[in-house]
């Protein structure tokens, strides 16, 4: 395996410029600041930008970690590409790295972030990174959202002339703040999530209120509860269906965050213009 080595100081846009760099260096995968990703999917490791301190976001991005070592060489044996992107800060922590994955003898070309781009385009990245804590990860949204459930990620798309293909692309890339950026983390409240939630299956055709919310948040995603009174008796399934979706759709569209399930329950239904007035059934 071949090694095309990034390296940059911190903030000056290394994850961002990854995608192209792979394609014009022919690195079949990249690992970054401790994910894998393969084709824009993450294959294995953990990202140090979830780690709650600088220190533990380095020890992370090194491999430290013997049993995340061992899960990167094990999807790096599964995918075997014939050349792998690595990013890092110095020659020093790219060489602690592939010591960590057993590649401290692979043939190493190393790229410098100054050949890619100008100073004025490195001066802004770090601008943006030390006032604004933005961090980029070279994948998907919606890739990035599976590992990265609780933080706001937003999508950003980079247009390059793909030498493979022989045209230009749009790759889409992800921004994230980590917990140890300047500038914190956001917290969402359950209360505020209970209230989108309601919100949205109220607006459905057919539901008439919603009597109870309950959010978990799990590492996989937040989880929804909500318990229904209904107006109608016809389609009762494919109503509550349509607020799963409704439900799942305007919470991931607000807040950004994963929802790894909705549950549905209805408690009651409305069976006349009496009943809806003077009670339930």
């Not at 961090?135 to 599976?146: C, D, G, S």
Request: hydrophobic content about 45%; some cysteine; overall charge neutral.
């Amino acid at each position: 395996m071949i090694v095309i080595a990034l390296i940059g100081s911190s903030g000056s846009g290394k994850s961002h410029r990854a995608s192209m760099v792979a394609d014009r260096y022919l690195a079949d995968a990249i690992l970054d600041d401790g994910l894998l990703i393969v084709d824009g999917r993450i294959v294995a490791g953990h990202s140090a930008k979830r780690e709650v301190t600088r220190m533990a976001a380095v020890k992370r991005a090194i491999l430290l970690d013997p049993e995340h070592a061992q899960d990167i060489r094990q999807a790096l044996a599964q995918s075997d590409p014939s050349r792998l992107l690595v990013l890092g800060t110095s020659r020093n922590m790219v060489t602690k790295i592939l010591a960590a994955i057993d590649l401290q003898e692979a043939p190493i070309e190393w790229v410098t972030i100054e050949q890619l781009a100008s100073a004025s385009d490195i001066e802004t990245a770090k601008r943006e990174r030390t006032q604004e804590g933005k961090h980029v990860i070279p994948a998907p949204t919606l890739e990035v959202r599976k590992t990265f459930s609780g933080y706001l990620v937003a999508p950003l798309q980079f247009i390059f002339y793909h030498h493979g293909r022989g045209h230009r692309v749009t790759e889409e890339k992800s921004i994230v703040r980590p917990t140890y950026s300047m500038l914190g983390k956001f917290y969402i409240a359950d209360t505020v999530l209970a209230s989108i939630s309601a919100h949205a299956a109220e607006s459905c055709p057919g539901i008439r209120s919603v009597s109870r919310v309950i959010v978990h948040a799990t590492e996989e995603g937040i989880r929804l509860q909500l318990d229904l009174t209904l107006d109608v008796r016809e389609n009762l399934f494919q109503r509550m269906m349509v607020v799963q979706q409704q439900v799942r759709q305007w919470i991931e569209l607000t807040t950004s965050l994963t929802v790894a399930e909705v549950t549905v329950n209805g408690r009651h239904v409305l069976l006349s213009q009496a009943t809806q007035a003077g009670g339930q059934e």
